[in-house]
């Protein structure tokens, strides 16, 4: 066997597994570049101080800018991508339109709200009042800023460089398999993780990278995982993948089965989460089919198509 052809394509292309892992291992040191270069500068500077005052994640917001400089230096090197390079991972000026941001806030936000309304409604939720230690503007400010740059971290290394490489590689459907796996378990170190809670954490992977690609901005998809995440954290006041944020005034306490309704690992991690994706996709590429112009269907008709025929 050639020992080329476990490194390069048949048409001269390097293989999908070292690209992927080229643009983890870039990540990596642009964290390290960052955290020895960038972070004494700003900490000369007192711009930690100032974080922390206004609650700026600093990791997070490091980790942003490793998984930027990854996705740059792996498109440039192995890719060979001079032009475009923020366009093909769903970062171009055209994917910031504000209508797609509104898909992703709009998808977002109802795939988890509606199951949750139905399951208050069902008396397996019930909303409970707690002691007003801050004000809601206050905790749901630091609610929003914390999920901000998680989120966009997540969405950076799972949905950018690593979906659209894996999609060019084997096709759309396995892509997302992969990527909504890989996902699931970047998500075993939160706090009492359960089958159910991780398999749906998998789904939400899947849920993203379809907003992804049917819109063909990242943004969107980055809007839609913080709507979802901010929800539960500021409009229903429960976990977030089994983390608790502040609760003032009241919170969502859960009576179970936790199969159904998520348990501690709040509503993400049930059941009714999943009829909330699913029937969210399907209003999703509903809508766009019937809206679209002809720029915007583009993506739409081919990840509906690879899904269909693959």
Known sequence: MNPRALFVDG??????IWRVLFFFGA???????????????????GLPDFARATRLPIPDLMTVGALLIGTYAA?????GVRDGIWTRVGLGARALRWRVIAIGLA??????????????AAGRFTVEPQPQ????MGASGVALVVLTFAALAEELSMRGYFLTTLRASVGTPAAIAISSVVFALLH???PDPTVVGIAMVGLAGYFLAVVRLATGSLYATWMAHLAWNFTQAAVLHAPVSGLPLPQPGYRLVDHGPAWLTGGSWGPEGGIAAAVGMLVTIF???SVLKRRATGEAV???????????NE
């Open 133 to 136: 230690l801050q004000s809601w």
């Open 188 to 190: 075993l170190g939160n």
């Open 107 to 120: 998808v977002g936000t109802l795939a988890i709200l509606l199951p949750s309304v139905a399951l208050i």
């Open 75 to 79: 498109s440039r090197t192995v890719d």
């Open 298 to 308: 583009a993506p739409l008709a081919s990840i509906s198509g690879e899904l269909t």
């Open 11 to 16: 048409d001269g292309t390097v293989r999908a």
């Open 27 to 45: 990540t990596v040191v642009g964290f390290t570049v960052i955290m020895a270069i960038a972070y004494p500068i700003a900490a000369a500077l």
């Open 283 to 285: 209003l999703l590429i």
